[in-house]
């Protein structure tokens, strides 16, 4: 009981710190940046599926959270749009939590200049919560003269233990043909009601993140000792919901078909904080991207004394790596262009 009690507690406070469970989950933001900016799948004018796993473990226990997101998307490129799918998968094993969300969009392409191109998307989500409620323990279930738990409870919460709701959101990004990009995502305008009271009225404030990105040639000429096809990357965000935020900054090496990178995240819930640093690597394939990120806290023992930790596993498709019309190495975010 007491285990389930600090876990009960730790995955409220991450629930919180996280938005609302479901928002910047991924710790490979900067590839998959249509998860929290879906105009990004129009990027690369081509085509793209992919999928990511995250698990966070607390150190010493069997529970966990975990999170299953994958995506495809399609160009048409006589008509200057694209169409993406993406479903995203979150569970909290030890509280029978488990929240799924499916979003279509539609992303529009327009030509600022030569140089310059943005791309605008409209999305559309339906998502369901489910909580098993058998895996929490209500006041009416312990009896206090023996300590004992009962199997059953007439708490009115339990009701209900499913919500379907329709969630809609918009975006943007332009970006240059050489290096540069810069983003602004809004979700949950609509603010649906996520509660699995009856009696209570839980809407999702609307979430709204901003990010760029910039990438270097490092050994332009190809001189150096370093691979021809050689680039920093550096990527940021900015996500705020309510009295939550979050700040991710990363920075990736990329040497020919391998790359290594760190990234940072910051938190904040109220006067509250959780803090966390990582690092990541993957290996090209042709157009088949492989990569891993793990993370570990920094600060949350300030909040609930637990530590814990982050591991992602991502495998990506990008179709746009088998054109031949690169301008950049085929591994460059600006390959295509």
Do not use: C
């Not at 993406?84 to 979150?90: G, H, I, K, M, P």
């Amino acid at each position: 009981m007491t285990k389930i009690y600090i876990y009960s507690v730790f995955a409220f406070f991450f629930i919180n710190l996280t938005m609302n469970a479901q928002e910047n989950i991924n710790l490979n933001q900067n590839k998959l940046l249509g998860a929290l900016n879906p105009s990004f799948y129009g990027f690369k004018e081509a085509p793209s599926i992919g999928v990511a796993n995250t698990n966070q473990r607390i150190s010493n226990e069997d529970s966990y959270i975990q999170n299953t997101f994958a995506f495809g998307s399609f160009y048409f490129e006589d008509y200057n749009f694209s169409v993406a799918l993406d479903v995203n998968s979150f569970q909290i094993s030890a509280l029978g939590y488990k929240a799924t969300q499916a979003n279509v969009h539609y992303i529009h392409k327009t030509q600022l200049s030569y140089n310059w191109t943005m791309n605008a998307s409209l999305s559309l989500g339906y998502g369901n919560n489910k909580l098993d409620f058998s895996s929490l323990i209500f006041g009416d279930q312990l009896d206090p003269f023996s300590g004992s738990i009962t199997g059953f409870s007439i708490d009115p919460a339990t009701a209900n233990n499913n919500i379907m709701y329709f969630d809609t959101g918009v975006s943007a990004h332009a970006h240059n043909n050489e290096n540069m990009f810069f983003g602004l995502s809004v979700k949950h305008l609509n603010k649906p009601n996520i509660s699995l009271n009856n009696d209570s009225n839980d809407k999702k404030d609307i979430y709204i993140s901003v990010q760029a990105g910039y990438e270097m040639d490092i050994n332009p000429l190809g001189q150096s000792f370093l691979p021809e096809d050689s680039y920093l990357f550096f990527y940021s965000s900015f996500s705020k919901q309510a009295s939550k935020s979050r700040i991710s900054l990363y920075q990736e090496i990329l040497l020919d078909n391998f790359s290594l990178g760190i990234n940072q995240h910051l938190n904040s819930y109220k006067d509250s904080g959780l803090g966390a640093i990582g690092t990541s690597a993957s290996v090209f394939f042709n157009q088949i991207e492989i990569g891993i990120n793990y993370s570990f806290e920094i600060a949350s023992k300030n909040i609930t004394s637990i530590p814990y930790n982050h591991f992602e596993v991502y495998l990506v498709f990008d179709f746009s790596r088998i054109s031949e019309r690169y301008s950049r190495g085929a591994n460059s975010r600006f390959s295509s262009f």
